[in-house]
């Protein structure tokens, strides 16, 4: 049985979608010094964040999805299964060169809480990388289109709303410098890499 993004990440539509941002984010991450281990707060099943940072890098996952969490153990080193807005207590226990958001913060009420945790967990030389979709018409009109059709388990599911890049940095600035960002997916998505201030 394959999980659900390695399906996604090769099925028209949906493999235009993923792939444009994991490409986007390989090239970005290519330029910049990955320390490690890398921790992907809501990994969901671990194909994408392998996808990006390759097969030697050592990845722990947490994601609050129990059929999510049992497929990305099997391409991550470590998963822990638990919310990223209260992290499991394992990985509150150490500090990762890498912290890895990708399309979660719009999944939750608190994104400041997740960033702030995540500034906690960040070694002092490491990267935070952050991927939102951002609430452009275009934006609103795919995922109504996604979510009333072949992606209706993601109805309701954004509960937080990036309404444009300058909304994301507001947020991140109060821990975070930016280092550089990127729109991918037709300005859809921006991805953002940060250091800690």
Known sequence: ???YYEISTNRFPSRYWHREIVKTAK???????????????????GVRVRMI??????????????????????????????????????????????IVLMESLEHINTPEKVLETAYKLLTDNGLLIVIVPLETILFRIIWWLWTHSMGMRWKGAHLFKFNSEQQLFSILEKWYKIVEYRKTNLGCIIITICSKK
């Open 27 to 45: 090239s970005m991450v290519k330029g910049h010094e990955i320390a490690e281990p890398v921790l992907d707060l809501g990994c969901g099943d």
């Open 53 to 98: 940072f390759g097969d030697t890098v050592e990845i722990h996952g947490v994601d609050i999805d129990p059929e999510m969490v049992e497929f990305a153990k099997e391409r991550l080193d470590k998963v822990y299964l638990g919310s990223i807005e209260d992290p499991p207590p394992e990985i509150l226990n150490r500090r990762y060169g890498t």
């Open 1 to 3: 049985m394959k999980s």
